[in-house]
């Protein structure tokens, strides 16, 4: 049975719906801005810890730099922001997936078929966009012309790092829903002293990550590290050499893995996690763009 959008607001830069997740009981909070008939759609999947807000710089750039006929969709995560679900706790990495599915679903409804879709997701946002893409078991039915990845989840660092794989096992068995204290704050984040103190003052951003929550993720990045070969999607990969959430190194290997022609990845060496809340964000912002032009152009 199709799950139906719920309209809770509108106005006129953008809208506000309510999807069912796949969860079965938890509501799915969805920011819709820019054109219902676009010509550019883009899909925005935010990152583990925030949500889909922290991203509104980037949002409102797409907005006005990409015409009348563009629109950027993007959700909170299930246990992020407005969401619903218990705090940053997942019973499965499947649900953040097929959540990704139901959104799509939404997008494709509204585009025509001229409609070129575009995916940008940043760190546990992108290890989602690339198990719905790349892993059998899902696969993704819509259009989509190019995929944005910044610091992408492709090995987690900190407390999710593979080494603390058993000891989640072992406490995940007493309980998914115990807190572990997340052990970086906005500064390691971001060199942008404004955009980290946003992050650390932040209500809607917990302090913690659930057990399950860290053992799906672990589990996922591992499941998806061998399957870069198979992206036949034109891709562009932007990494932080100073990042202390990701393994930098990782992600460029899996870049690696992609055929030339499709891929290309951009090292920033001095930068953190969140380069698009980065001092320089709007240069990486123009620097998105312009790959954008260059590969629709490449692939009318």
Request: contains cysteine; charged residues 25%.
């Amino acid at each position: 049975m199709a799950r139906p959008a719920l309209n809770i607001f509108s106005s006129r830069d953008h809208s506000l719906l309510s999807l069912l997740s796949s969860d079965g009981e938890s509501q799915v909070f969805v920011r819709h801005y820019g054109s219902t008939k676009p010509k550019l759609h883009f899909l925005l999947i935010h990152g583990a810890l925030e949500y889909s807000a922290r991203h509104v710089d980037l949002i409102h750039f797409v907005l006005r730099n990409f015409g009348q006929d563009v629109a950027i969709t993007t959700w909170d995560h299930v246990g992020h922001g407005r969401s619903g679900g218990a705090r940053v706790y997942v019973p499965s990495f499947k649900v953040y997936v097929e959540d990704m599915n139901l959104v799509g679903e939404f997008v494709n409804k509204m585009n025509g078929p001229e409609t070129k879709s575009i995916i940008l997701a940043h760190s546990m946002g992108g290890l989602i966009a690339l198990i719905r893409i790349l892993d059998t078991t899902y696969g993704w039915a819509y259009p989509l012309h190019g995929i944005i990845l910044s610091s992408p989840c492709i090995k987690p660092r900190l407390a999710f790092g593979a080494s603390s794989k058993p000891v989640l096992d072992n406490l995940n068995k007493l309980s998914g829903k115990l807190h572990l204290p997340i052990i970086y704050t906005g500064k390691d984040l971001t060199r942008d002293p404004e955009r980290a103190n946003d992050f650390d003052s932040d209500a809607l951003i917990p302090r913690f990550i659930t057990v399950r929550m860290a053992k799906e993720v672990v589990e996922a990045s591992h499941r998806i590290r061998g399957l870069s070969y198979y992206l036949r999607v034109p891709s562009l990969f932007l990494i932080a050499g100073e990042d202390k959430v990701v393994d930098p190194e990782s992600t460029a290997l899996f870049a690696h893995g992609i055929e030339k022609k499709l891929t290309k990845t951009i090292h920033y060496p001095k930068h953190y996690h969140e380069l698009w809340n980065e001092i320089d964000r709007f240069e990486i912002f123009e620097t998105m763009k312009k790959w954008i032009d260059k590969t629709l152009k490449e692939n009318v």
